[in-house]
């Protein structure tokens, strides 16, 4: 296997996992994540405690990637994330399957940068409750 495909399939799982640790590790130490839905950047650290707050909230969290595309910087992933929103506060639980896109940069096997598209009005059902 490619080592970007190896890098893609690993970052995934364990961000699918809730693999903190794991996912921390994959990215370089100057490394940056911007998200579309804020709009701002944010150190590796910080994108990893956003991570962290959507497996609290989160029932199940699960990855379904459509394709990754190796590129001359790195990789760009399309996937669904799907998510189930626990039952609470008289809410039932809810699924939730948000098509999204990561266009990440890769510099000596670690990720240096990582944009994510997703539509943030899919997303908000899991940050509303």
Wanted: proline share 5%.
């Amino acid at each position: 296997m490619d080592p970007i495909e190896r890098l893609a399939r690993d970052f995934i799982t364990a961000t699918g996992a809730g693999d903190l640790e794991a996912v921390a590790a994959m990215y370089a130490p100057d490394a940056v994540i911007w998200i579309n839905a804020t709009g701002t950047e944010m150190a590796a650290a910080d994108g990893v405690a956003v991570l962290a707050s959507l497996h609290r909230r989160a029932a199940a969290v699960r990855y379904e990637v459509l394709e990754v595309i190796p590129t001359a910087r790195g990789y760009v992933q399309r996937h669904v994330l799907h998510v189930t929103v626990p039952a609470r506060d008289g809410h039932p639980a809810q699924d939730l399957a948000v098509p999204a896109c990561l266009v990440v940069r890769v510099q000596d096997g670690l990720i240096t940068r990582l944009d994510e598209y997703l539509d943030s009005g899919q997303i908000a059902p899991l940050f509303a409750r």
